[in-house]
């Protein structure tokens, strides 16, 4: 079974949204919560909102398949709210250019190149489907040893409502690479 079989891929997008989190937290120190120049700034359904609490770029490899993710926190302190990431996947290592669409797992199967979370001011999480992969997109414009910078746009839903209307996310990043 795919994503796709299932009412709104709810259970497998979850799911990926707790390995965004473990992927792109294992970079992050809560001894550097500044984020300096650094920030992840985003607009939910017309609101922009700018995190500065240690805005992060991580990349992983897992299974044949590589991640990058760029984001950042209100406030480090409380990890488990107003946190926001984007992350990319690829058959091949990571590098500036655009994202979008399916990655093909080596194991079988596909897996969206794009997944977005929000986790909002009292823990309730939001996140991308796997049908919305043709319309979400992440433009990574300057990938260094030491910074991500790019853009980002796509919808995202509330993950524990079957329902849910789909929300316009969009904006860019500015974070520092961890390593």
Do not use: H
């Not at 792109?24 to 607009?43: A, E, H, P, V, W």
């Amino acid at each position: 079974m795919t994503i796709k079989d299932e009412p709104r891929g709810m259970f497998k997008i979850f799911n990926l949204v707790i390995l965004v989190a473990v992927i792109l937290l294992s970079g992050c120190s809560k001894s550097d919560n500044g984020g300096g120049d650094y920030y992840f700034k985003f607009t939910l359904n017309g609101k922009t909102t700018t995190f500065k609490g240690n805005p992060y770029g991580s990349f992983n490899e897992s299974g044949g398949i590589y991640y990058g993710g760029a984001g950042a926190f209100q406030d480090m302190n409380v990890g488990t709210k107003n946190v926001v990431s984007a992350l990319v996947s690829s058959a091949s290592s990571i590098k500036a250019g655009t994202f979008t669409g399916l990655v093909s797992v080596p194991s079988g199967g596909d897996t969206p190149a794009v997944i977005f979370s929000w986790i909002d001011e009292n823990g309730k999480t939001y996140s991308s489907m796997y049908q919305d992969n043709a319309t979400n997109t992440v433009t990574i414009t300057d990938l260094t040893g030491s910074s991500v910078k790019g853009k980002f746009s796509g919808k995202i839903y509330d993950v524990l409502q079957p329902n849910a209307a789909a929300m316009n996310f969009s904006g860019d990043f500015y974070v520092k690479r961890m390593k």
